[in-house]
DNA sequence: TGTACATCAGTGAACGCGCGTTCACTGATGTAC
DNA sequence: TGTACATCAGTGAACGCGCGTTCACTGATGTAC
């Protein structure tokens, strides 16, 4: 018996089980992890199916292709962002200034905190798999839970009118490329902390800008 | 004659050279062909050497393996967005205060008018094959740009002091952010102006950042 | 409750393909005398 | 200037490989009567 085979192969661990019972989630799962361990490129359908313990042509009967795969592994592992921002925010409740600013130091922390941790899994979020169609920016939870924290910030008066319209969009574009610079070895991880620093401070208080 | 082998084959254009005269280079400039045209992930060494006019082996008497290949067209890859942004500084001298902000923004847009116009180019550059070792942002061409800039609108007054350390790397991030989120879909290409302004104005004046 | 049968979700062999790389080779070039 | 020869930079056939995908199949499941 293979190491693979001697891997689950149902929910409910019964072992002569030929069918999966959950296949699908299976492969997405699997997907998910071999991409994070060698990046999108590096992984094929045949591995991802050998390692659930099933024959790569089990996996048709869930996605249509590799890329249906893959691009669904790329909406989960957007989803496994927002889940990994929403608990870095999840113990700092309270309405208090401060209270507030930590919840959106949390928030950049955390964009940058899993980039950090699962490089290959936030490349595929990004990249060309999950870009485009279906894909809406607005209605994303990261650019809501964002959305919520720069409304609190702004109503402790911590966001200059000037700065106020397009202060999503400038912390997104910053933080986003923080955590780009930092994976391709660009930037050291120390520099999130002053980035954000940095970006509270120029939300505060912001002259006129010269024509 | 294939189409292949009609592309010429060396510098003096001698059509019966056995000897290429510069593959090296040739192989270079090819590959960055196909990258900027297909995502680097869709190249190979094959395609870039028969385009070339050459059989696949010849190359290896220039690059022990692929993935060289690809590191010195990733490098090469970033010495045209600092040639393409240094391009954009060049009709933009004088030493007013106009001057110097044209510049700044010059060097913003022109980051992100490469990645647009070279987005699998632009990927490579700071993918993998770029990234870490002999990579490095101080020594780079982009970077001491951004320097040089900074330096000028400081001396202007356009920096706050408080504002003035992490300059560099805010912006430099902000800007990467931006490129990469047009790039993904994720933003659209009217929104760099925006951001490069509030970026002006963050840094023209900054209050005291709160605990 | 038992049986017939349609449907679902697997198997495993096979396909053709293009890939990176190696190897023995050979034509062209440059240099020493 | 001519010749011998080492070196350089190509060729082309071959290698083994893993890939995505297809296909005819079959075991398991669920439903109608």
Redesign the pocket.
Known sequence: MSLARALP??RTG?K?????????DALLVEAKRLVNKYGVEN????????NV???????????????S?LKAAAKSAFEDMADFQERALQDLNGISALAVRRRFRALGQSYVGFAKKNPHLFRLAFGPYCAGEDMNREESRPWQMLLAVLQELDEIGDIHPGMRAYAEILIWSTIHGTANLILDGLLPVETVDPVIQSLELALKSAGKVAK
């Open positions: 192969k149902n019964d002569s089980a030929y069918h999966h019972g959950d296949l699908s992984i094929s359908l045949r591995q991802v199916a050998v313990g099933v024959s790569p042509s089990a996996a048709y009967h869930h996605f249509p292709d590799k890329e795969l």
